[in-house]
């Protein structure tokens, strides 16, 4: 879907572990997101970055880093996954303006 | 804080009716709002973008509304097919291109 990978698709983990997921794009779009979505609060945005080494904090950042070390690939970060994190990880691209367009979601489970 | 709420809930019909899915916010200033359809297990997918200074967009059968004052869009699907079943979600964007989303409709179409 519109040029976006993301991995793993499924993933599960135990309390304490780091977690990294990846988004990779082939569009060349400068804008990325990371979103997770959890029954009862849709989804919430987690970070965003809107440039190559440029990101900021979303709605839902704690316990969470990113970076973007190129244009094609934003990664999200869990330091030390805690149960609350079990979610399913959404992440998007897009242009200024443009509509954001999704990817197929990474099903996080922590245990 | 922006808020967006989608009323109804969930809503189930039969095939060939016409449909409207409502979505408010509350605060106006806003960029855009955006429409997504969500079916079970996969990513959004993007079905209209209506601009702040647009009152509507259509889209084949989909056609959506703004009323930005009011804080208010709908989105209308005519002639509803089986095909349509699926989570319906408004985003509003505010400023760096965030969106800020409802908790969605869950729409059925039956036979």
């Known amino acids: 879907d519109a040029g976006i990978t993301q991995s793993p698709r499924h993933k599960v983990t135990e309390t304490g572990t780091p977690v990294t997921l990846r988004c990779h794009q082939t569009e060349n779009h400068r804008y990325m997101y990371w979103y997770r979505q959890d029954p009862g609060h849709g989804l919430r945005l987690i970070h965003y970055s809107y440039g190559v080494k440029d990101t900021d904090k979303g709605e839902v ?42 990817g197929d979601g990474t099903r996080l489970s922590i245990l | 804080k922006q808020e967006v709420t989608q009323i109804p809930a969930a809503l189930s019909v039969p095939e060939g009716e016409n449909l409207v899915l409502n979505c408010s916010f509350t605060d106006s200033a806003i960029y855009n709002l955006q429409w997504f359809r969500q079916d079970p297990g996969k990513g959004l997918t993007s079905l209209l973008l209506i601009q702040s200074s647009q009152r509507e967009q259509t889209s084949g059968r989909l056609n959506a509304s703004l009323d930005k004052s009011s804080g208010r869009s709908t989105l209308y699907i005519a002639a509803s097919q089986p095909g349509d079943s699926a989570t319906y979600l408004c985003a509003v964007r505010e400023g760096t291109d965030k969106l800020i989303f409802g908790t969605g409709t869950r729409l059925q179409v039956f036979p």
Request: proline content about 2%.
């Open chain 1, 61 to 102: 950042s704690d316990g969470y880093s990113v970076s973007r070390s190129k244009t094609e690939d934003f990664l999200l970060t869990l330091e030390s996954a805690t149960s609350s994190q079990t979610s399913v990880y959404f992440c998007a691209i897009s242009s200024l303006g443009q509509p954001q367009h999704f």
